[in-house]
Each structure stands twice: as C-alpha cells, then as structure tokens.
C-alpha cells in the first residue's frame, strides 16, 4: 500500500513570496490533516478535511494561508505571502474514516520550507 | 492554558537498559493518548494508543500506562537498541475524543549507545 506522498520535499523562498504544497493520501483515506512542524517542536494542526469538507480550521492563519481539497482526494497548501516564521515542515497525514477514536493517522515525509 | 510537555532534554541510554519517556499535561481530559515515532527527515509513525479507562498498553518491548488522575503518561523501551533512536512524540486527543484533533508534545530524542 502506498503511503501519503508530499511534494516539492524542499523549497527555499524570499519572504513576501506564495508557496504551494501538495498531497496526496492514501487511497480511500476520507480524513486528511495539514501540520505546521518547527523545528523543536511537535506538528501543529492547521487544518483537517473530512472528504472535501473542512472539520477544523481554528489554527490556520487564514489572512495568509488557505488549503483546499476538491473531489476529496488530493488536496493544497498555499501561503501567500510568506513570513519568515513560516519556515517549519510542513506535514499531511491521513486517516481512513474521521480520525475519531484514536484512529492511526499516518503521516507523508513533509515538505521542508525555508523563507529567507 | 492548557500544555502538553515532554522532556525536551535528550535521553542518552546504554544499549539493553530501559528507557522511559514522560508526557505530562494539563487542562484536558483526553479520551485517548497515542505515541509516534519520528526520525529525521520523516514524519511521525504510529506506535501505540491507550484510552483513559487503561492503565497500561504493551507491543513487544514497548509499553505505556496512562495515570489520568496525575495526567501523565510513562513510554517504556524495554532491552532498547542503537535502532530505537528517534525522537519520540505523545499526542492527546484535543477534542471529544470523535474528531481525530491531536496534539502533540514537543518530544523527546531519544539516543541509544552501543
């Protein structure tokens, strides 16, 4: 079984720039979840789709981030523009129902982001 | 305000002891608790998940209790190896325990020496 793949793995920006991020879950995986990892620090959740309804969105910073996930399978990241602060990776991760329960979620490599 | 911490000192180890990693929080009443691995450059795995009416959960040389009246959480690495160094991260269910919402402690790096 494949897992969550993520793309680009890496990309450097000047800050004030727009960066889009990619993902695309497990086949079948109804749940999928966006995370803001510093370095230090554990993933932070921004956003958490169910199909291609939004279920959480509290912690994404919606004056310069926006995510997307049309036909409920592969879904977007973008941060338009980026900060300095954003430089952190960037995990998806999904789950095969709605994440409830302590359902596993399995997570991509992330995309390392690095705005100078 | 609520907090989950973990040590966030690195655990240096001899290969064949224990190592035991905390995770403390407060201010929540997590249905469920889960434990994952991450290695460098990697995202987090899933190792093991205890639920709040379970004192202890074990998967072959691991295991993990959940004190919830201490609101705490201990991770056992029994007879550990070079392999098992990683970074280890707890993570509790923020919401009702019905809507996958996790979240995650800082971690702790764990170093095994031979």
């Known amino acids: 079984e494949a897992g969550v793949a993520q793309s680009p793995r890496y990309k450097i920006i000047e800050k004030r720039q727009s960066v889009a991020f990619w993902c695309n879950p497990i086949?079948?995986?109804?749940?999928l979840y966006w995370y803001q990892q510093i370095l230090g620090q554990g993933p932070k959740l921004l956003i958490q789709?169910?199909?291609?309804?939004?279920?959480?969105d509290s912690q994404l910073p919606k004056d310069r981030f926006s995510a997307e996930r049309l036909k409920g399978v592969d879904s977007t990241l973008k941060i338009q523009p980026a900060k300095l602060e954003d430089s952190a990776v960037y995990l998806c991760?999904?789950?095969?129902?709605?994440?409830?329960?302590?359902?596993?979620?399995?997570f991509g490599p992330g995309t390392r982001l690095l705005v100078l | 305000s609520q907090k989950i911490e973990q040590n966030s000192e690195a655990l240096n180890i001899q290969e064949g002891k224990t190592a035991t990693l905390t995770c403390n929080y407060t201010?929540?009443?997590?249905?469920?608790l889960q434990w994952y691995r991450q290695d460098p450059g990697r995202g987090p795995v899933f190792l093991l998940l205890?639920?709040?009416?379970?004192k202890e959960k074990r998967k072959e040389r691991l295991k993990v209790t959940f004190d919830t009246t201490l609101k705490q959480s201990l991770f056992h690495i029994t007879a550990s190896q070079p392999a098992d160094s990683a970074t280890y991260l707890c993570?509790?269910?923020?919401?009702?325990?019905?809507?996958?919402?996790?979240?995650f402690g800082q971690g702790t790096t764990l170093q095994v020496k031979p």
């Open positions: 991760a999904s789950s095969f129902t709605s994440g409830g329960a302590g359902e596993t979620q399995y």
């Open positions: 086949s079948g995986h109804a749940t």
């Open positions: 789709f169910q199909n291609n309804g939004v279920v959480d």
């Open positions: 201010n929540y009443s997590p249905a469920y």
């Open positions: 205890i639920r709040e009416n379970e």
């Open positions: 993570a509790l269910d923020a919401g009702s325990g019905n809507t996958g919402k996790l979240i």
